[in-house]
C-alpha cells in the first residue's frame, strides 16, 4: 500500500500556535489596563462633577438666604 502522507505540509506546528496564543494574551491584558485606567478616569470625572454641583447648590442655597 502506498502512503498518502505529503511531505508538503501545510499546518502550523505546535511552536506557532503558542506564539500566537502569547501574543494574544499580551495584546489582551495592555488592553485590560488601558480600559480599567480609562475607567478609573471616568469615575474621578464624576465624581469631581458630583462636588460642584454640590458647591454650585450651597453657594446659591446662601446667596438666596
Known amino acids: 500500500m502506498k502512503r498518502l502522507i505529503s511531505k ?3 499546518g502550523f506546528t505546535l511552536i506557532e500556535l503558542l506564539a500566537v496564543i502569547a501574543l ?11 480600559i480599567s485606567s480609562v475607567q478609573k ?10 462636588i ?3 458647591e ?6 446662601f446667596d438666596d438666604t
Open 52 to 54: 460642584n454641583r454640590i
Open 56 to 61: 454650585v447648590g450651597a453657594q446659591k442655597y
Open 8 to 10: 508538503n505540509n501545510k
Open 24 to 34: 494574544i494574551g499580551v495584546v489582551f491584558s495592555i488592553a485590560t489596563l488601558s
Open 41 to 50: 478616569r471616568v469615575v474621578e470625572a464624576q465624581e469631581k462633577n458630583v
